[in-house]
């Protein structure tokens, strides 16, 4: 694991966004992870800066996005597939058909999920996945349970992840009670993991993931066990990590 310690988060997202970029240059054609939630907000600005100053060509780029509400349609400003044509797809010169979010409008979760499977194989696998870090330790919506979910899945959002995302909707009454996410083991086959965190409110749980026992009741503890993990972070974030 390589840990970047930023200032704050406008630096955290240049570094981060260096990387990503880095990755765009070397292979045009890559593979990125996409995230989605309050984190990765500044990661997309600069990376839509770059693509503005002719710095980066997304035309051959592929993506795969981590997850998707269930339940909401592709319309509805908190969807995910929202989220990311707001913050970056309609900014820069990716091609839509190489977008790739689950479709939280099937009601069928297994062969949603088992369909966004054969999506990510298809596309060779993910060369570099973007991650955020929930309070609770989650990565994408994979929450602390008896044991690591393997595949893409229907998950059940603990009441920990409804009350941190009731800020994004009009009430926690509103916001979806499950959601589409890709799974650990799916997570962990990316040949790249860069983790971006910030803020003290995290700082408890970056010391829990990354420098105490390896469990699914913590869910990011699983990238102790990954051989290419970045993790940017603020001061903040940082703060309880032990020396």
């Given at each position: 694991m390589k840990?970047?310690?930023?200032?704050?988060?406008?630096?955290?997202?240049?570094?981060?966004?260096?990387?990503?970029?880095?990755?765009?240059?070397?292979?045009?054609?890559?593979?990125?992870?996409?995230?989605?939630?309050?984190?990765?907000?500044?990661?997309?600005?600069?990376?839509?800066?770059?693509?503005?100053?002719g710095d980066l060509d997304f035309s051959q780029v592929k993506t795969a996005n981590l997850d998707e509400y269930k339940g909401l349609t592709r319309?509805?400003?908190?969807?995910?597939?929202?989220?990311?044509?707001?913050?970056?797809?309609?900014?820069?010169?990716?091609?839509?058909?190489?977008?790739?979010?689950?479709?939280?409008?099937?009601e069928d979760s297994?062969?949603?999920?088992?369909?966004y499977e054969e999506v990510i194989a298809s596309l060779g696998g993910v060369d570099l996945q973007l991650l955020g870090l929930g309070h609770n330790g989650h990565i994408?919506?994979?929450?602390?349970?008896?044991?690591?979910?393997?595949?893409?899945?229907?998950?059940?959002?603990?009441?920990?992840?409804?009350?941190?995302?009731?800020?994004?909707?009009?009430?926690?009454?509103?916001?979806?009670?499950?959601?589409y996410t890709m799974g650990i083991g799916t997570i962990m086959r990316a040949k790249k993991i860069l983790l971006v965190v910030s803020g003290e409110d995290k700082a408890d749980i970056v010391a829990k993931a990354f420098f105490g026992p390896v469990t699914p009741e913590v869910p990011a503890s699983i990238l102790q066990f990954h051989p290419d993990v970045t993790i940017v972070g603020d001061k903040a974030a940082f703060s309880k990590i032990p020396h």
């Amino acid at each position: 694991m390589k840990f970047y310690e930023e200032k704050d988060y406008d630096a955290l997202s240049q570094r981060a966004a260096n990387i990503i970029a880095a990755q765009i240059v070397t292979k045009p054609d890559c593979v990125l992870g996409l995230a989605t939630g309050s984190s990765p907000v500044g990661t997309y600005k600069r990376l839509i800066e770059k693509y503005e100053n002719g710095d980066l060509d997304f035309s051959q780029v592929k993506t795969a996005n981590l997850d998707e509400y269930k339940g909401l349609t592709r319309d509805n400003d908190q969807s995910y597939y929202y989220f990311m044509h707001e913050n970056l797809f309609d900014h820069v010169n990716i091609c839509p058909e190489n977008t790739n979010i689950p479709d939280g409008t099937k009601e069928d979760s297994e062969t949603e999920c088992a369909h966004y499977e054969e999506v990510i194989a298809s596309l060779g696998g993910v060369d570099l996945q973007l991650l955020g870090l929930g309070h609770n330790g989650h990565i994408g919506f994979n929450e602390p349970a008896c044991d690591f979910p393997q595949a893409t899945h229907c998950v059940d959002l603990q009441e920990s992840t409804i009350e941190a995302n009731k800020r994004f909707f009009a009430s926690a009454d509103d916001v979806p009670r499950q959601a589409y996410t890709m799974g650990i083991g799916t997570i962990m086959r990316a040949k790249k993991i860069l983790l971006v965190v910030s803020g003290e409110d995290k700082a408890d749980i970056v010391a829990k993931a990354f420098f105490g026992p390896v469990t699914p009741e913590v869910p990011a503890s699983i990238l102790q066990f990954h051989p290419d993990v970045t993790i940017v972070g603020d001061k903040a974030a940082f703060s309880k990590i032990p020396h």
